[in-house]
């Protein structure tokens, strides 16, 4: 028994739980007379809903299919290989399930070791090897491309990616080496670190070619058909495959120092995953495949045993499982059916919640504000922005005149809502106004119509406690940008019912948002935890610390972006009505900045200006600036701004404004952007010892987001 086949047997044992992905063979004669052909087909006899991964009994499969032809390549009886997937699917990489369960180093780097000799006899036979990439291919899966001779891709493919970095791993079946030694270090860089780090981006069919990764393109109807046809033509000399030569000077070590300034405006240093991949690719530049297998394998190991990769796929296991089947929503059966959606107001947000609910539910849409310019201006967004859509190709013209058709406006609310099933207010917020809001609405709307707010702070019972029917009122506030941020947070006023509750789970799904059960506490949750980890960056410099120390204390943490660029975007009025929301509710730990408040009264929109191109404190802001004569390091700011955000959290859980630390991530993760590679953030409080020593215990158990004792 080969080492390999020893290794691959041992991880087996480990994972008794694997999807197994088989590996079937068939011969045939090629077109145009080429000759004898065997192709490998990877299938885990499921349908694309779930796609083929490769744990340890798969790459087994692999290495036995691969016994096969090899022989029969040695004796002539075939003249090529070729790989591909089943339909809609090549393979989606290494089964992430299975690494969760190693405890040691060296199973760690038997996975590694596993991969790469499978892979690896795929460039080593005695005849030319294919990969047809007929639809997704993500790590492990790319790689094994990466490995043959020759790769045509499918137009219709839609997801293409390297996205080890992203959940805290490196390409390590061959893709740190080869990829970069196949297309160069620059676009092998774009690919392995910035589209990772740029939330998992995925590229097309189309892009794959363009990049030089794939050799020949072919449409998706007849894909594997053309590309025996075009395999032929390579077998038989007719076609000659040309690649650009690789400059492997000075542009190689540039491409290097370009992802390192892109790993340091995204994670800071503070996730190793990006640097031991560049580290890999700087040293492939010498073209020893061998010694970068070896590099990888090693990473791999490292990687696998830390704590980044643990909290990346605990992240990743939160947004595709937890975030599909959300904690304490009640029978889906109660919903009722949305056939027409009200919005009350017509000002930005109002209208991106217009579109929304347009392009998802596809039902009418009708705004009312208080005057008709202002109606006017939110249907002119949306038809403005259904028009983008179409100009970029993503609708037809017949799916936008039925889009547009479906919108209207008016000022009469009784004309507008008498029908609709759904009516959600985004006006000012202010407790009376929306009170006043839903009191009209309640007297037009039909008995069954949920009434949804998008408060971002009040409270949605205070809100429903003057209507005839509160049962009905429910919390449904979105994240700005809306298009963009996932994250829903539904909230259950102390009167709303199951029914209500149950339609506003079934309109999320709809709508394609992550959605979380929050309980009806002031500024829920993303707020709350903002406002608190802002309002101690605030305490610091009133009190007389640098901004830019404060600023760069919490870089480590690796944020999309630093606190006050953050209170730039949110809009320090925003920022100030809400610290003051929890000022009330809390004022033993939410402080009111007077220097925030005297930024906002001086019209500012935020500390920074951008003349240099770079942030710089506006010398106007600094001159507003109160300070005292405490001066903190970055690491006493460090250590104040995570205490602050263990305790707030310790009480969240306490006060049951999410069933567990589990939700508190998630929405962090999917309504903040918090990066993955923390797990969001009581991972990290974990990890780094902040939960003991603040609250006395830590958030997760082990192993839930760590290595498994």
């Known amino acids: 028994m080969s080492t390999t086949a020893e290794l691959l047997k041992g991880a087996a044992e480990l994972f008794p739980g694997e999807v197994v992905t ?243 405006s995204k994670v800071h240093g503070a996730a190793p995953a990006a640097y031991r991949a560049l580290d890999i690719i700087a040293a492939a530049k010498n073209g020893d495949l061998q010694q970068g297998y070896d590099a990888e394998d090693q990473a791999l190991a490292d990687l696998i045993m830390g704590g980044e990769l643990r909290s990346g796929i605990y992240a990743f296991n939160l947004v595709q499982k937890r975030g599909k089947r959300p904690a304490g929503a009640p029978d889906k059966n109660l919903a009722r059916p949305v056939t027409k959606v009200g919005v009350v107001g017509a000002g930005l947000m109002a209208s991106q919640l217009a579109l929304l609910f347009l392009r998802r539910l596809e039902v009418p849409v009708v705004l009312t504000d208080i005057d008709q310019e202002r109606v006017d201006k939110g249907v002119g967004y949306v038809h403005a922005e259904i028009d983008k859509l179409l100009g970029k190709g993503r609708i037809n013209q017949d799916k936008a005149n039925r889009l547009k058709a479906l919108v209207t406006g008016v000022l009469d609310k009784a004309e507008g809502f008498a029908d609709a099933d759904f009516v959600i207010e985004a006006v000012f917020e202010e407790m009376g106004v929306k009170q006043q809001v839903f009191a009209e609405v309640e007297a037009v709307a039909p008995a069954h119509a949920i009434l949804a707010t998008n408060t971002s702070s009040l409270s949605v019972t205070e809100m429903a406690s003057k209507l005839k029917h509160p049962e009905r009122v429910v919390g449904f506030h979105f994240f700005n940008p809306v298009a963009i941020l996932p994250l829903l947070e539904i909230v259950r006023g102390e009167q709303t019912d199951d029914a209500s509750l149950a339609t506003a789970f079934g309109v999320a799904k709809k709508l394609k948002k992550t959605a979380v059960l929050v309980k009806d506490a002031p500024a829920f949750v993303v707020n709350r935890i903002l406002t608190r980890f802002m ?124 069933a567990e630390a589990q939700d508190i991530d998630l929405c962090l993760i999917t309504g903040a952007g918090w990066p993955f590679h923390l797990g969001g953030i009581t991972p990290y409080l974990d990890r780094e010892g902040v939960s003991e020593r603040v609250n006395g215990k830590t958030f997760l158990e082990p192993g839930v987001a760590s290595v498994p004792a």
């Not at 690796?558 to 606190?563: K, N, T, V």
């Open 22 to 264: 088989q590996a079937h063979v068939r011969h045939f004669d090629l077109p145009l007379g080429a000759g004898r052909f065997a192709l490998i087909t990877l299938d885990n006899g499921h349908d694309h809903t779930k796609p083929t991964t490769l744990g340890p009994q798969s790459l087994a499969n692999i290495d036995a299919a691969i016994d096969r032809v090899e022989k029969e390549a040695a004796d002539g009886e075939i003249i090529g290989v070729g790989v591909t997937g089943k339909p809609f699917i090549f393979a989606v990489g290494a089964d992430l399930k299975g690494v969760e369960l190693l405890k040691r180093h060296e199973d760690a780097l038997a996975i590694g070791k596993g991969g790469h000799d499978v892979f690896k006899r795929l460039s080593q036979l005695a005849v030319p090897t294919f990969a047809y990439y007929n639809g997704a291919a993500m790590g492990g899966g790319v790689e094994v491309g990466l490995h043959c001779t020759y790769r045509t891709v499918s137009a219709a493919l839609p997801a293409f990616s390297l996205p080890e970095v992203f959940l805290g791993l490196v390409p390590g079946w061959g893709g740190c080496t080869l990829l970069p030694n196949l297309i160069g270090a620059d676009k092998a860089v774009s690919v392995i670190i910035e589209n990772s780090l740029n939330q998992n981006k995925q590229l097309k069919g189309a892009q794959v070619y363009e990049l030089g990764i794939a050799d020949a393109i072919f449409e998706g109807a007849d894909f594997l058909e053309q590309s025996l046809i075009w395999t032929a033509a390579v077998l038989k000399g007719e076609i000659i495959v040309e690649r650009e030569v690789i400059d492997r000077g000075e542009a190689w070590d540039e491409a290097v120092a370009k992802g390192r300034f892109i790993a340091d």
């Open 535 to 658: 309002g101690e960056i605030q305490n610091v410099i009133d009190e007389g610390t640098p901004v830019e120390v404060a600023e760069k204390a919490v870089e480590p943490l690796g944020l999309p972006m630093s606190p006050l660029v953050l209170l730039e975007l949110v809009g320090p009025a925003i920022g100030l009505h809400v610290s003051e929301t929890l000022n009330k509710a809390f004022p033993d730990r939410f402080t009111v900045s007077p220097n925030l408040k005297a930024v906002v009264e001086a019209g500012k929109r935020g500390f920074y200006v951008y003349d240099s191109g770079k942030p710089e404190l506006d010398p106007e802001v600094a001159a507003l600036l109160k300070q005292g004569d405490t001066v903190l390091t970055e690491e006493q700011v460090r250590a104040r701004v995570l205490d602050a955000v263990a305790q707030e959290i310790g009480l969240m859980l306490d006060e049951g404004v999410v």
